[in-house]
Structures are given as structure tokens and as C-alpha cells.
């Protein structure tokens, strides 16, 4: 409710303060639709004020004139028609404020006194008829002498004429939803053809495309979003999907695990796919989206209710993200366009991770010696496990190799030194993304051409880590005979990755923070790892290979490489049987292949340990079970998809009726396979390998652990088809009243034995209303005023399941011999997830489109979810997926923009308010803690999910928190209204009651959005875009005392520092004390409480771009000329929790970047 009243209070202080602002005469513009058949000067005028809202004052010459008008007008400009109508009359218009005033003003049409009266030259008529895209005739199309304010509007045919035109004058040719056309005269004579193309403009100047067809989003009942190629590149990035990021109304971005996931009005589903599906060119993308060059985009419609997204059917669940490339342009000179930009990305600040510092780990470990927690480690001589230098002084100290001052002052040598400094020094580096992109586009009335290529060169934050891209793309468009329409496209791309994957684990690995890479002469220096110092000293004396771990040496020594082809070739045929009437077919072929390749280098320390590990230690010397030489494991993955469609186009259209109408057929079928193995003993230079025995087990030196030879062979293929008829349409009356319905049946080989099962029928219908267009709606300063509403099913779909008995290869745990694993068992009755949706949305555009903006509201309702069902125990499975589950979701999409400011100084204003919502309503298996307090969320695994009917899928649960014992400093939980410190009673009566457990509230965040503000002065813009979010919440880490004893540094929290010590810190602290032993369930109880749980409420400064556009660009040879400067992730305005935690990027924040680029058009 505050949201509302908030949003509303905006909408109306901007609007009086434009009002206040508003231009005189503005309301010539007004746009007006009517008839007039053999009407009065005087009845004319007053059907043209109330069709335009707009007061006409006029005298008696005008009420009491005889001519009469006939004249037909399609969303026309008031100041065009008042222009046609007086043009051969003796009366003009003057605009008076608010008013236009019709006065007496009569033509001269003799010659000067005493001058002979000569005979007027006939004046030239050029007729023609104007056609749109399909071929369709455009009534209301404007046609203008440029250079004056002659001109005519189409008929209901498309067809008009002009007069007094003479050769050499340019006619300029407009309709919304259209590029304007500027046609020249060389014949008055001539009868003229003119094609409009469909283009994206302004608010009643947007189309937005399904994938199936395109049109004015005026028509649709659906709810559609739209992100023009202006806004599109107002980002800089290498990918698509990212540009979208605080600009595309209801679109989530979530990146807490490290990979960017979306939604679309939140989620829909449980274990199926909860990503969005992407349409590239009409057809669904299956490949890698990094393949695609950003510059090739035209723009981006985003689908997101029932009308819009159900064409798409059982993949249109959790929406539908339509991405149109560049193509071509008809009657339009060769046009090159180059774009190029440099970005660089700070280093990552690791200080930023809660880590514990040097000192207190150092206390930590003395704590511990004295509890004697490492002297089975000390007195191993079996296994050597290895210990800290600290803990190394301290045991000789207690032997008596050193003196208690001697050992203090080894070990305080170690207090100032922090180990991430030298991470950040040998490790990390600033990132830099090079991009370059030309391209070239034109064509004529019978052959449209793109062609484009693009290279893109980027270095990442560690050492080891690049991406390079080449692309290419052509489109073109053949015209060979009138209604005949061929296209044919290829895109191709080319990339390669190289990462050194193990580097994140040599970091993770090096246990304690005092550590250093390098010794005090520069060289590298030696970490302890794995085994005691003392062990790996003797390795060369007995013939292993060096033992010593140098972190500092690893990076680039276990380098992983892959190169991803990826080619897809299109070609569309129409052909337009009638005027009404058209028939297209299309087919689309991908195919993208990823060769993999990671070498670990003898010389690594993975490799050496391994080798050694594999070895027979004997008098006689070292018998080596893995051969010398480097380690490579090589994968190849494959994909091919074949998608193909046959579809019917209808369009008809009277003075008060238009039918839309297509219908049709799609078949695809995609094939993947991949196979991967290891070789070792690998020569890089002869390409050659020796054989291992991957069947056997061996003896590892020293544990004297059974282990077998890590093989990690790989095969696998998967085939999925898919055939899908289609039908959709609308009628419109009057232009105020529309109704589409859409309905499609989809077929797959995924479900279940019976055809009814491996069928699913779904649906839509949507209505709209332009009461703006109503005549007794008489408020003049409502330009849009429109009510939508949609109800309908989409599906989902989860790949990972099917009808049919799956199983997968494994081998055994003792024999080591291949098997088979269970994955899926049969299930005859599996069928497609159902997605109902209803939107009720109000479109508004007011003070002569000042302030235009949309308000949605929407529900969703998931039927046949596919989710868990316990099975009998008997059958050797727990449970089976299947569809039992149900989730529902409802939400808002508020989008407001305003012209603040206009004229040589400008300021616009975008607000995105955005609501999504899901609770979970039916589900059978019981939910268990254990998945409950894993922030399942944050990595959005399915499998980790532990649904609770009744609320959102993924949300934060806790144990109640009732403080610290003031003895003991424990924490103390609540058994029915009980204080206890019984953990393990703790946790069994919370599993047994986990409605009793607190229910903080969604991992998600359920309000989201961005306030983008963007500023022009002549040439100069500044835009500067703050996103923000609220509701959600989110489990801040803290110490694990048990964690830390085994593992060191990596669980080593600073919260140590402020742990209980003493009765009555419990007033300043939450932080439990150290006890010894550790208890884990007594840390697993504080992890899981209240006490850690914060809201993940933020504002963020997005980014800001910054961009001048050359006024002397023309006089050098271009047509444009701009330069901008874009910074991008700029930090936390404000956040809800008081610890400085980014809960976004909650274990390391995105590094600031900027960029700097050139885009010039020849």
C-alpha cells in the first residue's frame, strides 16, 4: 500500500508540473480518426473538435458557409487535416491558447489592379497508394511536400492523391509504427507505390515481435515489454543477456552463486528449468548465448503473460525473451556502421571476505596446541599429514629445539602478514574487454543486405583467463517477383576460452593466512600442503618427483582450453496469395560443437602429487603406476537442431473492422552427444599417450589407501523432438475494442506411452479497450488511456525426466567395473507442466505523451508441477518425480516515463516498479532441515529445494534465538517455550516441527526495479540508472568453530574476534564462545538462526554512460559520430544490514568498470 500511494503521488506531482510547463498549441498534434461525408464547413469543424477534445471558436461567415466536405481521416495530426480541409477555402486557423480560432481570410485569385488576368497552368495530381509490410494498404499513412505544409492523408484502400506537386518536390510518407519514407518526384504523372517499413519509435510507434509475427504493440492485449536498440546499447558487454540488466521491465537478475540467472515474474516451476526461453530470429536458441554478437541486435521483446508468450506453448512457463537481429533495409543507400570500445575492470578487493586476520589465527592455533589438538597429527609417521609453521615452532618449543622468546619471535614475524595481499599481487589483475564491430547495411525494392562481423578480445581478473570471439553474420532479403519474398541468413561464430581452473583451489588450499608466494629474495616460496615438511624434504633422496607445493608457480600450469563453433543458417519464403492472404515456411538449422581440452602439466603440483601417490617406494627405487608426462582430459559436446514451419498469414480490415489471423505447424528436433576421457603420460608436442589400467585398484603412497586411476570417461547423447500446431488471432472494432485468442497443441517423445500424454492443449485470450478513443471520455489532457486483460496457459517442461526407464553408466565401488545407476524410473503417466496466467494491465499516456507509462497486475497458477512422490520402499526407490506439486505467483510491472524537460536542455525520467511473488500450494514429501538451512537459494539447485505448502520455493528459515548463556556463552535455542543448550534435542524436535521454525522470508527479493534519469544539452547526454530491491532476505556467514578446527583458513571468519569471552559480553555480542572440543551441532545450531538472518534491501548506482555526438560529424565524412564513456557496478548507495555485506554478491562484489568507445556511421 505505501508502494501505491508513493507511485501515485509521483505520477501526479510529475504531471501538475508539466501541465504547468505544457506547450501552446501543442494540441495540433493530437491525432484524430473520423468521417465526414458531405458535411457542412460547420458540422465539419464541430466533429472535428470532439474528435480531437480540442474548441474551435468560429464566426458567422464560418457557420453560414455552403461548402460542403467529404474527407476520411486515420490517426492523423489535427494540424494535417485542418490544413487539407481550409486549403481551398477563404478561411485559416490560428491557435490561441488552449483553443483554435477559425477566421475569414479570403484566397487572391485575380492579378493586380491594371494588370491583365492571365490563365492558371494546370496544376499536376500525383496519385499512389501506400502499402505496408505485408503488402497491406495503410489508411491514414500522411504524405507531405517536404518543405511545406501541403499535404493528404490515404484512404480506407491506402490510395491518395495530391495536388499542385511538381517535379524535383519530395514527398515525405509517415504512419506510426513506421519509418518515414522520402520519395522524390521525376514524374508528376507517374502513378506511385510506396512500401512502409515497420519500425520502432515512440510509444504508439513500437512493435514488438512474438517470434511469429510482429506488430504494433497498440494492437496487443498481451503484456509485452520492449528495449529499443538505443536503450539496448546504452550498455557495454561482450554478452546479450547482460545488457538487460536494471533496464528490461520484470526481469530479476540473480548472481549471487557466481552465474547470472533470470526470471521472468518470479517462478513457476520446481524442478524444471526456471529460465526463460530465448528467441533468436523466430526460432528458439539452443546453443551457447555467448555466440551471439551484441551488435547484431535490433531489439528485444520480452513476453510475459498468456496472450503474448502461449504461441510458444509447454517452453513459454517462465516467459519468453524474443531477440531480432539487423537486417537489411529497402530503398536505403550502403550505410557502414563501426563500433569499438575498451573497457577495464578493477581488481577484485578479496579484503572484502569476512576473513579472520593473522593474528587471531595465530592465537586460535596456540589454543589449540595447548588442548593438544594437533599432536595426533605431529606424532603421525603413517600418513605425515601436515601442519601450520606456527603449530611446527610451537611443537619445537615443547621439544626443546627453542626457546620460549626464540619461538614468540619466530611467530610474531607472522602476525602483520596477510596472504590475500599476495593473492591480489600474483593471482589478480585489472580485466580489459577490447571490442570491435562493423557493419554494412542497405538494399532496393527487390534486395535487402546486412552483413556484419565482430572480434572481441577479453582478459579476466586472473592471470590464466581470456576469451576471444570472432563473428560473422549475413542477412538477405530477395524481392524476385511482386508478393515473392525470400530470406537467407547465416550467423557464424567462433570462440575460444582458456581458464586455469585449478587456480581457485590453489587459493582455497593454502590454510593458513600468514602464508606468503614469495620468499623475502624474490623466489618462490614453499607452502605446506598435503604432507609434513619433514616428508616431503626426503622425496628426491628416494627417487619421487619434487613434492614441494610453490603456489606461485601453479598459474598457467593447469590450463583448461575449449573452442565453441557455433553456425546457424536460416531461410524464409512468403508469398503473398492475396491482399489478405499470405503463406511463408522456414527453416532453421544449428549446429555448435565445443572441443574441450584442460592439461595439467607434470610440472604442476596436481600432477607430481598425484604421481608420487601412485608410486611403490622400495630399496630398489620408485615403480610409477602413472607413466611421467602431462595429464589431458579431452571433451567434445556436440549439438544439432532442426527446426522447421509452415504458417498462415490473414489480414483484413474495413472502416471499422480489422481481422489478424495465422495459423500453423513447427516440427524441431534437437540432438546432442558428448564423449570425454582421460590420457596420461601426454606429450603436448607428439600428441601422444601412454595406456593406464583405469580397472584396477593400487596401494597410495604413504596413506596406503586403495584407490583406482581417475579415468573420467564420459558418453552420452540425448535426442528430444518436438511438433507443435498453432493458431492465433484478433478482431478489432473501431479501433477501441480488440479480442485475440491463440491456441496450441504441443507433441513430444518425452512423455507419456498414450498420445493424450505426450500431447498438452493450451490456450489464451486477451481484451482491449482504448477508452481514450470513447467519446464520452472528455478529459483533454489523456492522449492513451487503455484497459488490457489476458487469461491463458503456458507450460514448462523438464528435460532431465522422462516417461521411459533411464538409467546412466557408473562403475562399482569395489570392483571398479562398469554399471549402471538409476536415474529415472518409468512413469507411464508423466505430462507437461500447466502455467495459468491473467493479467489485468491499464496503458496511460497524458500532457501530449509527457508521461506515458503502464500498470500491471498479474496471477499465476502452476497445475501438474512436476515434484517428488514417495514411492514404495519395496521397489528399491524412496520416490520418483512426477506431477503432484502445484505453485502459484502473482505480482506487479509499474512503468513510468516522463519528459521532465524539453528543448536545448533535456531531462527524462524511466521508474520500473516491479512485484513477483510464488508460494508453493501443494506438495507431498515432508521438507526436511537439513535442505531447509543449506541456502539452497543461492545456487537455485533444484535437487536442494525443500518445498513448504504455503510458502515461496526457495526461502529462510531459522532456529528461534533466545541469546548467549551468560555462563557459558552458548547459545540457547527454545523447546516449547523451553530455554535449552541440548543441541542434538535442538535439532530432532525442529525436524519433527518445522512449522515451529521461524519463517524469515524469501531468498529472493519480491520487489525490484530501477530509476533511470538521462540528461541532454546540445550534443552532450548523461544518463545515470540506480537499481534497487526489497523483501527479501538473506543468511550472513559467521564462525563455525568445528569447521575451523578441521579446515584452517578457508572457514577462518573475523567474527572470531569478537567472540564471547567473559560473563556479560553477552550484551554486546551474538557471537558464541570457543569451546573444546568443538561441538558441531552446537555450530550448526547458531548457523541456523535467527540471529544471522538480514534483509537484502538495497539501492545500487547501476551504472552511468556518458556520450557527445560530433556536430562536425558530416563535414569529415561520416553521417554520425559519437563517443561515450560507460561505468558500470559503481557500489551500494544504501543497504538494510549493518555490516557492509553486498547481498548480491555476498562472497565477493562485481569490480567497478569503465569503458570508453567510438560508434561512427558512414
Known sequence: MRWTVLLTGLILTTAFSLHAASVNGQSLDTKVTLTLKDASLKEALDELSEKSKVPFNYGSKVASSTERISYTANLVPLRMILNEVLADLPFEYIPVGDEVVIRYHPRPSTALKGEPVTEQAPKEMVKGIILGHEGLPMPGATIIIRGTTRGTAADENGE??????????????????????????????????????????????????????????????????????????????????????????????????????????????????????????????????????????????????????????????????????????????????????????????????????????????????????????????????????????????????????????????????????????????????????VNLQGGNKVHQYYFSAGYDNNKANLVTDSYERYTLKTDQTFIPLKGLEVKAGIQYSQSQQKSDNFLPQVIENIDYPYARLQDENGEPAIVNRDYRRSFVDQAGSQGLLDWYYRPVNEPGLNLSS????????????????????????????????????????????????????????????????????????????????????????????????????????????????????????????????????????????????????????????????????????????????????????????????????????????????????????????????????????????????????????TSGNYTNRPALRLINPPNPDLKWEKIAIANFGIDFSVFQNRITGSIEYYRKKGDEIIGEIPADPTTGVGSFRGNIAGIKGSGWDINVSSQNVQGKFSWQTNFMFNVAKDQVTEYLVDPGTFYLFLNASINRYPSQASPIVGKPLYSIYSYPWKGLDPETGDPVGIIENVESTDYRALSN???????????????????????????????????????????????????????????????????????????GDELFTSIPSMVYPSNGSRDSFYASSDILVEKSDLLRLQDINFSYDFPFASQIGFSALNMYFYANNLGLLWTANDYDIDPDYPELPLPKSYAIGIKATF
Not at 593400487?698 to 540425448?718: D, E, K, L
Not at 498414450?754 to 489464451?764: E, F, G, M, T
Open 160 to 437: 491518395f492523391q495530391l495536388s499542385d506537386v511538381k517535379e524535383g518536390d519530395i514527398l515525405v510518407i509517415s504512419m506510426i509504427g513506421f519509418r518515414t519514407r522520402e520519395i522524390e518526384i521525376t514524374d508528376p504523372d507517374q502513378s506511385l507505390t510506396i512500401e512502409l517499413e515497420e519500425a520502432i519509435s515512440d510509444l504508439e510507434g513500437v512493435t514488438v515481435s512474438t517470434g511469429y509475427e510482429t506488430m504494433p504493440i497498440e494492437r496487443a492485449t498481451g503484456s509485452f515489454a520492449h528495449v529499443d536498440n538505443n536503450l539496448y546499447n546504452r550498455q557495454v558487454s561482450t554478452d546479450v543477456i547482460s545488457r538487460l540488466k536494471a533496464i528490461a521491465p520484470s526481469v530479476q537478475f540473480d548472481e549471487r552463486s557466481g552465474e547470472m540467472k533470470l526470471t521472468i515474474r518470479g517462478r513457476s516451476t520446481i524442478f524444471a528449468n526456471d529460465q526463460p526461453l530465448i528467441i533468436l530470429d523466430n526460432f528458439p536458441f539452443e546453443g551457447d548465448l555467448n555466440a551471439i554478437n551484441p551488435n547484431d541486435i535490433e531489439d528485444i521483446s520480452i513476453l510475459r503473460d498468456a496472450a503474448a508468450a502461449s504461441i510458444w506453448g509447454v517452453r513459454a512457463g517462465n516467459g519468453v525473451i524474443v531477440i531480432t537481429t539487423k537486417s537489411g533495409s529497402r530503398d536505403k543507400e550502403p550505410t557502414v556502421t563501426f563500433n569499438s570500445n575498451f573497457t577495464v575492470g578493477e581488481k577484485p578487493d578479496l579484503f572484502y571476505q569476512p576473513k579472520m586476520n593473522s593474528s587471531d589465527f595465530i592465537e586460535a592455533e596456540k589454543y589449540l596446541f595447548n588442548q593438544s589438538y594437533y599432536d595426533s597429527d605431529l606424532n603421525n609417521t603413517q600418513t605425515y599429514p601436515y601442519v601450520s609453521p606456527v603449530v611446527d615452532i610451537l611443537a619445537m618449543q615443547r621439544n626443546g629445539e627453542l626457546s620460549a622468546e626464540q619461538a614468540n619471535a619466530q611467530i610474531n614475524t607472522y602476525r602483520n602478514q596477510d596472504i590475500r595481499g599476495d593473492f591480489m599481487d600474483h593471482f589478480y589483475r585489472k580485466s580489459t574487454r577490447q571490442q570491435y564491430a
Open 989 to 1063: 524436535y525442529y525436524s519433527d516441527n518445522v512449522d515451529q521454525l521461524i519463517y524469515n522470508g524469501p531468498a529472493l527479493p519480491t520487489t525490484f526495479g530501477a530509476l533511470r534519469n538521462t540528461f541532454g544539452y546540445k550534443n552532450f547526454s548523461l544518463s545515470l540508472n540506480i537499481s534497487y530491491h526489497f523483501g527479501g532476505y538473506f543468511r550472513r556467514s559467521s564462525i563455525s568453530y568445528n569447521d575451523f578446527f578441521r579446515s584452517g583458513y578457508y572457514y577462518a571468519h573475523k567474527d572470531f574476534t569478537d567472540q564471547w569471552r567473559e560473563p
Open 562 to 809: 575449449s573452442v565453441l563453433r557455433n553456425l546457424r543458417a536460416n531461410v524464409a519464403i512468403s508469398y503473398d496469395v492475396s491482399q489478405h492472404l499470405k503463406v511463408s515456411a522456414q527453416y532453421q538449422n544449428q549446429q555448435q560443437t565445443t572441443n574441450s581440452e584442460t592439461l595439467r602439466d607434470q610440472a604442476s603440483y596436481y600432477m607430481r602429487n598425484m604421481i608420487n601417490e601412485f608410486s611403490e617406494v622400495s630399496e630398489d627405487g620408485v615403480d610409477r603406476i602413472i607413466p611421467l608426462g602431462d595429464l589431458v582430459h579431452l571433451n567434445t559436446s556436440e549439438l544439432r537442431s532442426n527446426n522447421g514451419r509452415i504458417q498462415l498469414n490473414y489480414n483484413w480490415f474495413s472502416e471499422n473492422h480489422y481481422v489478424t489471423a495465422l495459423a500453423g505447424f513447427e516440427a524441431r528436433q534437437t540432438n546432442t552427444n558428448g564423449f570425454g576421457n582421460n590420457l596420461y603420460g601426454y606429450d603436448p608436442n607428439l600428441g601422444t599417450s601412454i595406456n593406464v589400467d583405469f580397472s584396477s585398484s593400487y596401494r597410495r603412497y604413504p596413506t596406503g589407501y586403495f584407490a583406482s586411476i581417475p579415468s573420467n570417461n564420459s558418453v552420452g547423447g540425448t535426442t528430444d523432438r518436438f511438433r507443435s500446431y498453432f493458431i492465433n488471432g484478433a478482431y478489432s472494432y473501431k479501433d477501441r475494442y480488440t479480442l485475440s485468442a491463440s491456441g496450441r497443441i504441443d507433441q513430444s517423445n518425452l512423455f507419456g506411452v498414450r498420445a493424450n500424454q505426450r500431447s498438452v492443449p493450451l490456450w489464451s485470450t486477451g481484451f482491449k479497450w482504448d477508452i481514450h478513443k470513447e467519446n464520452f471520455l472528455s478529459a483533454d489532457r489523456i492522449n492513451q488511456l487503455t484497459f488490457r486483460t489476458s487469461y491463458g496457459y503456458s507450460g514448462n517442461i523438464d528435460n532431465s525426466i522422462t516417461a521411459f526407464t533411464t538409467m546412466a553408466t
